[in-house]
């Protein structure tokens, strides 16, 4: 794996049972704040089952996908429900109940370790 992928992991492992945190949270994080859909990406690669929590990650509403193609429920909502992680509805976890953030974050919930003003540019 490479560095990117390496930071996103240590980040992961970090997440508590019954806890989640989003893609955007884990970029966030690492100084990458514009990379969720690559800690999606370095999720969907991690080859150590078991070793890096990858269930706990989750769209920035809580969205999860509940059943696979055939219509089973995917293997990330029935390890969610063990861990005993709320949810809204089938597809949706209760974020205001188990949500995670990796690290120190301002008032806006933003990390303090990133230049705010260099990374976004004239948006900020």
């Known amino acids: 794996m ?3 992928n390496d930071k996103v ?4 492992r970090q997440i508590p049972y019954g806890c989640v945190s989003t893609y955007g949270d884990i970029a966030r994080a690492i100084g990458q704040p ?3 859909l690559f800690v999606g990406y370095a999720m969907k690669s991690s080859l150590e089952e078991g070793a890096v929590p990858c269930h706990r990650v989750v769209y920035k509403d809580g969205h ?3 059943t696979d193609d055939e219509g089973h429920p995917t293997v990330q909502k029935i390890m969610l429900e063990r861990e005993g992680v709320p949810f809204l509805d089938e597809s949706h976890v209760d974020l ?3 949500h995670w953030t990796p690290g120190r974050m301002d008032a806006e919930g933003r990390p303090t370790d990133i230049d705010w003003a260099a ?3 004239e948006l900020f």
């Not at 992991?9 to 992961?12: A, G, I, L, Q, Y």
Request: proline residues 5%.
């Open 2 to 4: 490479g560095a990117f």
């Open 9 to 12: 992991f240590e980040v992961v």
């Open 34 to 36: 514009r990379k969720a």
């Open 64 to 66: 999860i996908y509940p």
């Open 96 to 98: 205001d109940a188990c």
């Open 119 to 121: 990374e976004m540019g």
